[in-house]
């Protein structure tokens, strides 16, 4: 602040240049005044010399809580969804029971076990019946943020992913478990009483299932990728070696512990990687056929 601004103070240069200047003289005096009339004072600079910045527009506050309160109501129906079909999974257990234990003799070691296999079947059967609203959830919510090539990807294909999940599933039920599972049984018939507990079933019963179900979208996945610019026909074909290493990899951690059910799994797989590299190239060129009309 200046020194010279309280009690009508006037600073040696002031008065040389006033008395230089009569007209600036009266100018100084009319600004001194006006200064303790209104009381207001100089703004100071702010550091660097720039302006403070502007502070953040309420629009995107907004806006995230907007998203933040969709995202809940998704949540929330997600949850009814789910909690419905599981409730209703759980009180007719008695029908889906024989397509479960598919005629196989189970043993029980303890009362829990009781509920972990319940639980465990209803729990992941109610996430089968349920998965289409799920879907149909997400869509809603991430809809708006995506563009226009994502968006009508995505509503082109959610059917298409819904039934190669089934198609996965029961690729891995009626196939990849009854004979990963024979031949287990038979290995360890040869040489061991064989009891098979609740528990372990079941669990080897989702491990054969659910995991193919997720693996068989991979076509969608690729054309998705493509259609966003990410992958191509072409580098698709030059990682194809490490892509089959991978999906080596892949099936042996999520089958059992023996060759025949990684052999069956890595078989689809491969040809769902080839399928895959099919569908991206038609994409490609249909959409090189669109470029050249609109041109």
């Known amino acids: 602040m200046d020194p010279y601004g309280e009690n009508n103070l006037i600073s040696p240069l002031h008065k040389k240049k006033a008395s230089e200047d ?49 995202l809940r109501k998704q949540l929330i129906k997600s949850s009814i969804v789910f909690l419905f079909f599981l409730a209703l999974v759980f009180s007719t257990l008695n029908f889906w029971f024989p397509y479960v234990v598919k005629g196989n003799d189970l043993v029980i070691l303890g009362p829990l076990e009781v509920v972990k296999f319940y639980t465990s079947i209803s729990a992941t059967m109610a996430l089968g019946l349920s998965l289409p609203f799920l879907i149909h959830f997400i869509w809603q919510f991430v809809k708006p943020g995506l563009e226009e090539t994502e968006a009508r990807f995505l509503g082109l294909y959610s059917p298409v992913m819904l039934l190669l999940f089934i198609f996965g599933v029961a690729f891995g039920y009626f196939i990849v478990n009854p004979l990963s599972y024979q031949f287990l049984i038979g290995l360890g018939a040869a040489n061991f009483d064989v009891m098979i507990s609740a528990n372990e079933y079941v669990h080897f019963l989702i491990m054969t299932t659910i995991p193919l179900g997720l693996l068989f979208e991979m076509p969608v996945l690729a054309l998705f990728l493509s259609s966003i610019g990410v ?56 959409n090189e056929r669109m470029e050249d009309t609109t041109v």
Do not use: C
């Not at 070696?241 to 797989?269: E, G």
């Open 231 to 286: 992958l191509t026909s072409v580098s698709m074909k030059k990682v194809r070696k490490w892509s089959y290493l991978s999906l080596a990899i892949v099936s042996a951690l999520i089958t059992p512990p023996d060759f025949l059910s990684q052999l069956l799994v890595l078989i689809p797989m491969a040809g769902l990687y080839e399928a895959s590299i099919y569908a991206v190239k038609k994409m490609e060129a249909r």
């Open 22 to 70: 009569p007209a600036g003289q009266e100018k100084q005096k009319a600004d001194s005044g006006t200064e303790h009339e209104t009381g207001d004072v100089p703004k100071e600079p702010t550091p660097g010399g720039g302006q403070k910045p502007p502070e953040e527009p309420e629009d995107r506050v907004e806006t995230l809580v907007d998203h933040l309160g969709d």
